[in-house]
Each structure stands twice: as structure tokens, then as C-alpha cells.
């Protein structure tokens, strides 16, 4: 049989088998896969949208390329309160700023600010599996009380902070608001996710205002 008889045979074999329909392996678009890459801000940006406001603007950085204070205080696996509370000289207090759960994901965005002064330290948001923790922990992390780094550590949780990403950012109006801002400038922060016996059971990001 002719080379070109016997390829359109095969041709019309695998046709066959496929229902009269040819068949391929789509590949998703570099685009798709791109877009679930998470922001720098991941989930910072989440409760920003859901409050109808634009994110802040986020560039990821090298951690040499943090200016000092803000690479001691961001550039480590160590308690992010215990941190702040040693650089500042004092107890840290959590202000909610906003909560809301969606699937398995419970969200927060809060303020931590120097109990004697109200000084803002830093604006940060998490996204955790409550189920992933004890049932009392649970509950105090809902009650929005206490800042989370020492909420797990006084209950024992064995919890790891691994730092994913660095960037710098330019705040928006709301955000310097917070921060007691006059003018934007660019500030700093970290990307980290929360691991529970090796498991990754969230994710945390930490922006800090002017040293």
C-alpha cells in the first residue's frame, strides 16, 4: 500500500475509534496559569475588594533589597508580635478591621497598634482553615481580641511562619489613613504561610508603616 494510502488508513482508524471526532490535548493558557500565581498581597487584596476598594499597589522585592528597620522586621521565621513588640518596647493591641468567612476560609484584616500609644505597627490579614486548629482556639480567633502569633503560641499550637514573598508598597488613601500618614511613601512587607505539622493551613501578609 502507498505511504500516503496507509497514513490516510490510520487516519481514518483513529477517527474511528474516536467517535468520527479528532481529538488533542488543549494546554491552558499562559494567562490562566499565570492568573493563579497569588498577588504579593494575597489575601490582603481579597478584603480590600470585598470593601469595594482598590488594592494597594505591591512590587515583590529581594529580601537584600529591604532598607533597615524593615528587613529585621520582616526578613525572618520568627512570631511577627513577638518581633514588634521587642523593636517597639511594648505590648502590641489587635483592632479588627474586618472579618468575614467564605467556604473553609476564614478572612481578617486588622490593625496592630502599641497598647500605651496607638501607635499603628502594622495592617495585616490572614486567611486560615479554622477547622485545622483547636476548637478553643477556634473560637478566640473569631472574638478578634488577641494578635494571632501569640493567640497560638499561648494555646501550644506548634505553628510555623514561612515567609513566601517580600515586596514594597505604595499604600492608598485608606492605608495611610490608617498608618497616620500625610503623604505616601513606599513601605514594606511580607507575604507568609501558616504550617501546622508541615501542612500549609493559611496564609498571612504583614505591611508595616514608617519605621
Known amino acids: 500500500m502507498p505511504a500516503a494510502?496507509?497514513?490516510s488508513a490510520r487516519g481514518d482508524s483513529s477517527s474511528a475509534r474516536s467517535g468520527g471526532r479528532a481529538t488533542r490535548r488543549v494546554r491552558p493558557p499562559a494567562a490562566a496559569?499565570?492568573?493563579?500565581?497569588?498577588?504579593?498581597?494575597?489575601?490582603?487584596?481579597?478584603?480590600?475588594?470585598?470593601?469595594?476598594?482598590?488594592?494597594?499597589?505591591?512590587?515583590?522585592?529581594?529580601?537584600?533589597?529591604?532598607?533597615?528597620?524593615y528587613r529585621?522586621?520582616?526578613?525572618?521565621?520568627?512570631?511577627?508580635?513577638?518581633?514588634?513588640?521587642?523593636?517597639?518596647?511594648?505590648?502590641?493591641?489587635l483592632r479588627p478591621l474586618m472579618t468575614f468567612t467564605s467556604g473553609r476560609w476564614y478572612y481578617r484584616r486588622v490593625l496592630l497598634a502599641q497598647e500605651y500609644s496607638g501607635r499603628p505597627v502594622e495592617?495585616?490579614?490572614?486567611?486560615?482553615?479554622?477547622?485545622?486548629?483547636?476548637?478553643?482556639?477556634?473560637?478566640?480567633?473569631?472574638?478578634?481580641r488577641i494578635p494571632l502569633g501569640r493567640l497560638l503560641r499561648d494555646a501550644g499550637v506548634d505553628f510555623t511562619s514561612m515567609p513566601r514573598e517580600?515586596?514594597?508598597?505604595?499604600?492608598?488613601?485608606?492605608?495611610?489613613?490608617?498608618?497616620?500618614?500625610?503623604?505616601?511613601?513606599?513601605?514594606?512587607?511580607r507575604r507568609t504561610e501558616v504550617l501546622l505539622d508541615g501542612?500549609?493551613?493559611?496564609?498571612?501578609?504583614?505591611?508595616?508603616?514608617?519605621?
Open 5 to 7: 494510502a496507509l497514513s
Open 33 to 69: 496559569a499565570k492568573a493563579r500565581v497569588p498577588s504579593p498581597l494575597h489575601p490582603l487584596d481579597i478584603a480590600y475588594t470585598r470593601a469595594g476598594l482598590e488594592p494597594p499597589l505591591a512590587t515583590p522585592i529581594r529580601p537584600d533589597a529591604i532598607p533597615e528597620p
Open 72 to 93: 529585621s522586621l520582616l526578613v525572618h521565621q520568627r512570631d511577627m508580635t513577638l518581633t514588634l513588640e521587642a523593636h517597639f518596647g511594648g505590648r502590641v493591641a
Open 123 to 144: 495592617m495585616g490579614a490572614i486567611r486560615i482553615k479554622l477547622a485545622a486548629l483547636p476548637r478553643k482556639v477556634q473560637v478566640e480567633i473569631r472574638r478578634n
Open 166 to 189: 517580600f515586596f514594597a508598597v505604595v499604600p492608598n488613601a485608606e492605608m495611610m489613613g490608617v498608618f497616620w500618614m500625610r503623604e505616601a511613601k513606599t513601605l514594606f512587607g
Open 199 to 211: 501542612k500549609a493551613i493559611g496564609d498571612i501578609v504583614e505591611v508595616l508603616p514608617l519605621a
